[in-house]
């Protein structure tokens, strides 16, 4: 009798009570023969080297303790396939990768980082967009008008206080035509969502906010996907990805620009694609398998 394929969803206390897409994951590889669980990153009595993968998925939490996770990180590693593999995470944890990206000629969001000791010049005109360079689901950020430099001070020397890089990038104009998040499975585009904007009021600082309202389904243009592809081309490692999520919105002139990169746990919107949920759960199979 073959022993069966052993893979660790890797999740958070929170992602066992939250995150949608996680047992049609498990169920999809059970279905699949394989022995799937979904394990929190940060229990202490796993031992990950018992597992042919670890995927990681909701491992949400992660921004608090960044060196702990990426301890972590190299320690699954060092002792079984991570999908994403390790130095993408790294690289993708710190929205820093921007510069890289605008350096290699990718279209993103202009952007100031302001590290701790800098001083930052506000914009004097339009909203623009205070939070930390390690984030995810808008934590931490929040939208000002040029009439609030001093609340946008606070909230920088709040970050720095943390010992947290500051971002400072414009308001778009046209986000309320939504944020386009494409989502690519093994290297392939895969399927597409559009959101509402998140940052609604202006001075808000708010964790709790829902960070997918108004989903639909969206059909991304040429100029959508050629975008998408050039920003994954920069991604440090040589394997395709097991999954990647380009989030996009679109500048004045109506042209896509990179909002942000997510390879590390970003919702897949596996619900609302079956079909993709099916295709990820065999290419977690394939990969742990190989």
């Not at 949608?20 to 929190?40: F, H, I, Q, T």
């Not at 702990?68 to 079984?80: F, N």
């Not at 009439?147 to 970050?159: F, G, K, P, T, V």
């Amino acid at each position: 009798m073959s022993v069966p394929i052993r893979v660790a969803a890797a999740t958070s206390a929170l992602g066992l009570r939250l995150d949608a897409d996680l047992p049609p994951l498990v169920a999809a590889l059970r279905s699949r023969g394989v022995d799937a669980e979904a394990v929190s990153w940060d229990r202490a009595d796993v031992d990950w080297s018992t597992y042919d993968a670890v995927v990681i998925r909701s491992t949400w939490g992660y921004c608090e303790r960044p060196a702990s996770y990426l301890a972590w990180v190299d320690a699954v590693e060092a002792v079984t396939r991570l999908d994403n593999p390790a130095a993408p995470v790294r690289w993708d944890t710190d929205k820093r990768y921007l510069r890289e990206l605008c350096a290699r000629g990718v279209p993103v969001v202009p952007t100031r980082f302001v590290a701790p000791g800098e001083r930052a010049t506000l914009p004097e005109r339009g909203h623009f967009v205070i939070k930390p360079a390690v984030s995810s689901g808008a934590r931490d950020s929040a939208r000002y008008a040029p009439e609030h430099h001093d609340a946008a001070a606070r909230h920088i020397a709040a970050l720095h206080a943390g010992g947290e890089t500051a971002m400072v990038q414009p308001y778009l104009s046209r986000i309320d035509e939504g944020e386009r998040a494409l989502v690519f499975l093994g290297g392939m585009f895969s399927h597409a969502m559009r959101k509402g904007p998140v940052l609604t009021e202006v001075g808000v600082l708010d964790n709790d906010r829902h960070p997918h309202p108004g989903l639909a389904r969206h059909t991304p243009t040429t100029a959508e996907l050629d975008l998408a592809a050039a920003a994954l081309s920069v991604v440090p490692g040589a394997c395709p990805l097991l999954y990647a999520r380009v989030d996009v919105a679109l500048a004045d002139d109506g042209s896509p620009v990179l909002m942000e990169l997510e390879l590390v746990e970003p919702n897949l919107f596996l619900a609302d694609n079956p079909a993709a949920l099916h295709h990820l759960a065999e290419l977690i199979r394939t990969r742990a398998g190989g």
